[in-house]
């Protein structure tokens, strides 16, 4: 009360100045007294190849405008000229009293689905597209909720609205950083409504945004300890368990080849270990295991000033595992999980490894550093031998590991290595449900042999071919692999996108696969009858 007091108390010595301070009080009184304003995301249907289509409102949008608009919503929307395009917006103010602001997304034709040629469910992208663009056009008028009608598939939307809302800006001061709106499902009782996949893309999407933020952080400020220190707090009280562990433990372990890229760093290096028991604890574990250089410089090797200017988010393996146990356990999946994640500065100093440098690991072969740029595989030897001593169901890495990959794919999807058909399968079709694809690269006996082929040594940590880096840095792997089913997901190209390619990812770090890794997780504790369903549903 004194506060207010003072702001609407006149000052008699200084009559300009208590005009000024009795406007300031009365604006921020006005703009406290003014209600939280309501926006709505509502999706149209038209063939983009048929300029005579008039456009059809989905059912939650034909139900609005007969009920709040008596037809107004789409007479106007006819009247503002072509009928939105796939991602098109266009936004009513004042229809009616309940939302100031309506924003009407195109979705393309309501014949959109699985594209074979394309391994993409091309309504589902759509939908995230729509909803991300109405979002962003309501997010720019400062509206506080936003309601989001579920567009036939409740949890794409959901992505959609969350992942197009966020904004890096955790470190700008608040003053300046953009508004960021509250997204919810827009129920209306006479409809079906799935809000259980609702809250399954919010999950999701809020998970992939962990990993962005965890990616964007300066390395100054996302060292190894911090890292960890970040992970502990975000992942408390969530049913994930978080065990640090210190240099000297990894030396105990005998961890030399990790602990040979960090050498030349003045900062320690930590290995992560997250475990989730989402069932039995006789239940074989899935591993993850994340690349984590917080910052790669490309040691002795260093790389040019243009190539270091994302290597804050080599660490993006490791960003992605943690964001995925995180998510799963929310989901409560009925799965155990171990995820071990090596972290490290790779740097050029007096202690660096150097090209000639021969390790020798765990399990008795040596590895000869060739080019100490590429370290990437090189971090993950002793993650892979560690794995062994939990019998896992299968092991999964994610990796920043080569810059060649992007030469084949650009930024449309990350690539895939493994020994399992069954494995492959499941990310593939992850990969469709998602949005964010994989491709699959071979693990030919050709490229073992690239990196095999010495008399000195057994395996060194590039290929002696031509080419292939990427698939030689697989097969070098391999050669560190204890059994059983492994897959390597190299995501060095989808780790930074320029916010076109994926209309719903503003221009930055991506945080991909970290949806598709989930939805992988997700399908593989499905039960058989649960699929069954879903097929014959799909076919009738």
Known sequence: MIFWRYLVKPVVTNPFGGLVRRNYAQAILDKCASPP???LILGIYADEEDAFDTGTLTPAGAKYNEAQTNGRLLELVRLA????????????????????????????????????????????????????????ELQKLE??????????????????????????????????????????????????????????GIVKAEAQNLARQLQEMPSNLMTPTTFAQNVVQLLANSGVNVEVKVKSW????????????????????????????????????????GQGNTFDSGGICAKKCHALTHMRGDMSGAACVVATCRAIASLKLPV????????????????????????????GKSIEVIDADREGPMMLVDALLYAEIFGPKYIVDVATSSEHVSDSFGQVCSAVYTNS???????????????????????????????????????????????????????????FLPCGQWMHIDAHNVMVTKGIDYPYLRAGMAGRPTRTLIEFIAQGVCKQTDLCVQKTAEKH
């Open 37 to 39: 304003s309501k926006g």
């Open 250 to 289: 990894a030396e105990a372990q005998g961890m030399t080849s990790f602990l040979a890229i960090s050498k030349g760093s003045c900062q320690p290096p930590i290995f992560l270990e997250l475990s989730y028991y989402g069932t039995s604890g006789k239940e074989k574990p899935i591993v993850l295991i």
């Open 143 to 200: 509206t506080n909720f936003i309601y989001v009608e579920d567009m036939g598939h409740a949890e794409s939307a959901a992505e959609g609205a969350h992942l197009g809302v966020w904004i890096n800006q955790e470190l700008k001061k608040p003053a300046k950083r953009k508004f960021v709106p509250h997204c919810q499902l827009h129920v209306d009782r006479g409809l079906p409504c799935d809000e259980d996949g609702w809250r399954i």
């Open 81 to 136: 000229g072509p009928i939105p395009k796939r991602g098109d917006v266009r936004i009513f103010y004042d229809l009616e009293p309940t939302f100031k602001a309506v924003a009407v997304c195109g979705l393309g034709s309501d014949c959109l689905g699985y594209d074979s040629a394309e391994k993409l469910d091309e309504s589902k992208e759509a939908i995230r597209n729509a909803v991300a663009s109405g979002c962003r």
């Open 336 to 363: 155990n999980i171990r995820g071990l994640i090596p972290l490290c500065e790779h740097m050029i100093g007096c202690n660096a490894i150097k090209p000639g440098d021969v390790v020798p690991v765990k399990n």
């Open 421 to 479: 058909e069954q494995l492959w399968q499941r990310i593939k079709n992850a990969g469709v449900h998602t949005g964010d694809r994989l491709w699959r690269l071979p693990l030919w006996d050709y490229f073992t042999k690239q990196v095999c082929s010495a008399e000195h040594v057994d395996v060194q940590n590039v290929g002696r071919g031509v080419g292939g880096e990427s698939c030689c840095q697989a097969a070098f792997l391999r050669e």
